[in-house]
């Protein structure tokens, strides 16, 4: 287990401390946990690139993690009625499309990596969730600006998403039925 492991999995214990948090109404610790739980996750990625020392099990459980943290907080933000639920609805389903994606994606040899708008959708999610704790007024003007922004990109990431697996599979597909019309014809057939 390196360091940047250890921090993934420091996340995924954050999370739970986070929803406990927010539902005990304790703005100031959740916003501590938060802040600390997003700071792992940007040094866990930054020493894991710098050190070349990605691993199998951070590439699973880095974006474990960051699901957790997210979507743990958005859940608990409709649950204390700070957020609507059909915001976290298509916030939480655009993530397990993509999760589902790149499952499917994985079975067909093709790797989905994040790329820029997916991080752009966490920064922006993790802006979102700041706002959310922090504004005595979930309502206001420019909290609603800022989910109304979360909300496009996170949608605009997971098509972004589906059109590069689209893109990158189609020739993969082909391949396989070129090579189904060029084998040889079974004797039986």
Not at 84 to 90: C, E, K, L, M
Not at 127 to 135: D, E, Q, R, T
Request: aromatic share 4%.
């Amino acid at each position: 287990m390196n360091l940047p492991n250890s921090l993934t999995v420091v996340r995924i214990v954050l999370a739970p401390i986070l929803v406990l948090a927010l539902e005990g109404g304790s703005g100031a610790v959740a916003l501590t946990v938060f802040g600390a739980a997003m700071a792992t996750d940007v040094l866990d990625g930054h020493l894991a690139r710098s050190r070349d020392s990605i691993t199998t099990f951070g590439k699973l459980m880095d974006p474990v993690a960051d699901k957790l943290l997210i979507g743990g907080a958005f859940v608990c933000l409709a649950v204390i009625d700070r957020i609507d639920p059909w915001i976290v609805t298509a916030i939480v389903a655009r993530e397990v499309a993509v999760s589902g994606l790149r499952v499917i994606a994985c079975r067909h040899r093709v790797v989905i990596s994040a790329n820029r708008l997916g991080k752009a959708k966490t920064a922006i999610q993790a802006v979102a969730i700041v706002a959310l704790i922090v504004a005595p007024n979930p309502a206001a003007a420019w909290v609603d600006a800022i989910v109304a922004a979360t909300v496009a990109i996170t949608i605009v990431s997971g098509l972004a998403y589906g059109i590069s697996y689209r893109t990158r599979s189609r020739p993969t597909a082909l391949r396989a039925v070129e090579a189904q019309i060029s084998a040889p014809a079974s004797p039986l057939s």
